[in-house]
């Protein structure tokens, strides 16, 4: 079946540090691929999505492009910041799938 | 903001009480998601509305009981619960399936 494989955590981290979190994938066909933010305390947001080979989602700084070849979907970011303190769930929607796959998810501390 | 609204936000209950979990979107998806998240963990699927008819129970035990009254409304029933139930209730929707889902805050549920 379909799966998600992310780094683990905790990553810690200065500010204005480069990050990148890995996440790779295993599935069949053509999913869409998404990172989610989850603050403390609250739910899951969308942090960006792509949905086909060499797509690049963006969206806060945050990037992280769509490689089939590698059947990859690593989240950078160049500059961090305190504020992006949270966990990252990498997921992906397969063809045709009602249902979100969930990598482990990474915990990430940006310490001033 | 959500714009996956969810109540009650916090809700402590014995193990012979009924209580019930509410969602409501206002963004007209037609997919709503029922999911379950222990700590530092990823969400857990339990459910899946499409067009207000249940297409997915991830062979969720019976004391947990969905309701979607209509396409805005999502309900879970719980009923005789067990304090390994103890977890985050989130719900999520989504405009068509393969798009990304939106999340509400969620419930923390405890049993005693």
């Known amino acids: 079946g379909d799966s998600v494989t992310q780094m683990e955590g905790p990553v810690t981290l200065s500010e204005e540090a480069f990050l990148t979190i890995n996440c790779t994938y295993t599935?069949?066909?053509?999913?869409?691929l998404f990172w989610y933010v989850q603050y403390p305390g609250e739910g899951l947001q969308l942090l960006l999505k792509a949905t086909k080979a060499d797509d690049k989602g963006s969206n806060k700084g945050f990037e992280a492009t769509y490689r089939k070849e590698t059947t990859s979907f690593h989240l950078e970011k160049g500059s961090v910041q305190v504020s992006d303190s949270a966990v990252y769930f990498c997921a992906l929607s397969g063809q045709g799938a009602q249902k979100l796959v969930f990598g482990q998810g990474t915990r990430l501390t940006i310490n001033p | 903001d959500t714009e996956v609204t969810q109540t009650p936000k916090h809700l402590v209950m014995g193990m012979t009480n009924k209580k019930s979990l509410k969602c409501e979107q206002h963004m007209g998806h037609r997919a709503m998601y029922w999911y379950k998240q222990k700590a530092k963990k990823p969400p857990e699927l339990m459910f899946v509305?499409?067009?207000?008819?249940?297409?997915i129970n991830e062979s969720v035990p019976s004391r947990f009981s969905p309701e979607c009254p209509n396409s805005s409304l999502l309900n879970l029933h719980l009923h005789a619960l067990q304090p390994e139930d103890s977890a985050l209730y989130l719900c999520?929707?989504?405009?068509?399936?393969?798009?990304?889902?939106?999340f509400g805050d969620g419930t923390r549920l405890s049993i005693l």
């Open positions: 509305y499409s067009y207000e008819k249940l297409s």
């Open positions: 599935a069949t066909g053509y999913p869409s």
């Open positions: 999520a929707s989504s405009q068509d399936h393969n798009q990304p889902q939106h």
